[in-house]
């Protein structure tokens, strides 16, 4: 009986594409290959590219070429080179990165082991089916921690948002049926997740295309009625789509976190219709309003720095709203000139440095904010999933229902090493707050 073919895998960019990786990880497992570890012991090795903006796409290619190193210097015999990069770069992968053996587009996936097997042979291969017509969801391995998962319900996206390739790259918005989702939530509870993060490009238009109308709040209620797993949170929401019957899935549903990712980008209404981001500053104000008369309610967001056009006016009503809004989460991230997308051609490009500066003095604000909302937390006692040991504060740390996995902050707490579990809820009293982070002390 002939070894098993070792295959690693590097998955990049968004839990999305995760998503993408843990289909085809259990195809591969499936057809019966082995999985590594370590892309030094792989005979093939699968990278999972992202390609949203320039920073991204850089650390994809990165990311091949030192595994290019293992095919000329050890065992490994071909790369395969899978998700957003090969989508928007198809006619230009083989003859820019001559080290890839295979390519796939994001609607060929399930052709991942024909790929590997022609990589493994050094026979090029590449596969480019209809992305809106890929089949989605199926089973997978997970690559999370057991006790938490991610859920897509939905692929593609319909926006249009002037600076956005993601249309481009993943086609149009499709929901998947409701009771597929929900038989794959009681899977996942099956396999001991306690926290679902349910996510898409865009949640809130979760249904619409199926059952004409936005179903987020009632996939939600369903999830919570066929499952007793105790976390589920939401990212990816838009301010036009946040509906009255989401706000009250929030208010009502004591486990669905209140905790949201509310994606603004900006906040004058100029660079809002420039961006084509519907509805303007109005609905921007308006959702974080109607969310933040929920008792608890976190709101984290995200803003784009020196869109082309921004004017020094424009960038201080950003600022002036940061301030006075405080989100609890905020990231900021300058603008990224994407070939294939409206903006790429305005007028009024702005300067690098410049772009960059912004940046910086958003989160200089939003760090200023956090350590401040963070000092109020002293004396709280918050629920906190554990998720592991840090060696050097001698401290367990995991996160409270305001810290989103792999995104945002985290919550330390002394206890003997090796008395909590990964996973495991305790109560945590807050002592000392930093500015992203709390330190604390576990209650019995």
């Known amino acids: 009986m002939s070894q098993a073919l070792k295959v690693g895998f590097v998955s990049l960019g968004c839990p999305k594409n995760q998503l993408d990786a843990e289909v085809m990880l259990h195809e591969l497992y499936d057809a019966g290959f082995e999985i590594v570890s370590e892309d030094i012991d792989a005979d093939v090795v699968i990278v999972n590219t992202c390609a949203f903006i320039e920073s991204a796409k850089q650390e994809s290619i990165d990311n091949i070429i030192d595994i290019g190193w293992l095919k000329k210097n050890r065992q490994l015999k071909g790369i395969v080179v899978t998700g957003c990069l090969a989508e928007r770069y198809r006619d230009a992968i083989f003859d820019e990165l001559p080290e890839v053996d295979a390519v796939l587009g994001v609607g060929s996936i399930h ?7 022609s990589a493994a042979k050094g026979k090029r291969y590449s596969s480019y089916l209809d992305k809106d017509c890929v089949r989605l969801g199926g089973e997978r391995i997970i690559t999370t921690p057991e006790y938490y ?49 349910i996510v898409a490009q865009d949640t809130t238009r979760y249904g619409v295309d199926l059952y004409g109308e936005y179903k987020l709040a009632e996939l939600i209620h369903k999830i919570s009625e066929a499952t007793s797993i105790p976390w589920l949170r939401v990212l990816y929401c838009y301010p036009d789509k946040i509906t009255d019957e989401l706000i009250a899935e929030f208010r009502n549903n004591p486990r669905l976190l209140k905790y949201i990712d509310l994606p603004i980008q900006h906040i004058s209404d100029d660079i809002l219709r420039r961006m ?29 720095c020196g869109f082309p056009g921004e004017t020094e006016a424009d960038f201080e009503e950003l600022c002036e709203f940061i301030k006075e809004t405080k989100f609890d989460r905020l990231g900021a991230f300058a603008y990224s000139r994407e070939e294939d997308t409206p903006a790429y051609d305005f007028e009024n490009q702005i300067d690098e440095q410049i ?31 554990s998720e592991g040991w840090d060696e050097v504060s001698g401290a367990y740390f995991g996160r409270s229902y305001a810290d989103a ?40």
């Not at 052709?111 to 097997?117: E, F, M, Q, R, S």
């Not at 993943?170 to 926290?195: H, I, Q, T």
């Not at 084509?276 to 976190?298: C, F, K, T």
């Open 355 to 385: 772009k960059q500066d912004r940046v910086d003095i958003v989160m200089a604000e939003q760090s200023r904010i956090s350590e401040e909302l963070n000092w109020k937390k002293i004396g709280e006692v918050l629920e906190v999933i």
């Open 111 to 117: 052709d991942i082991v024909k790929a590997v097997k």
């Open 149 to 197: 998962a991610y859920l897509k319900i939905a692929e593609g996206c319909d926006n249009r948002c002037t600076y956005c390739a993601i249309p481009n790259i993943r086609g149009r918005f499709r929901s998947r049926p409701m009771d597929e989702l929900v038989d794959e939530a009681k899977v996942l509870e099956g396999l001991g997740v306690k926290e679902l993060v």
């Open 276 to 304: 084509n981001r519907h509805g303007g500053s109005d609905v921007v104000r308006s959702a974080v309003a109607r969310l933040r008369e929920i008792p608890g309610m976190v709101i984290r967001t995200t803003v784009i």
């Open 405 to 444: 996995p792999e995104i945002d902050g985290k919550v330390y707490f002394r206890a003997k090493k090796n008395t909590i579990s990964d996973g495991e809820f305790v109560r945590v009293r807050v002592t000392e707050a930093v500015d992203y982070d709390l330190v604390g002390e576990i209650v019995k």
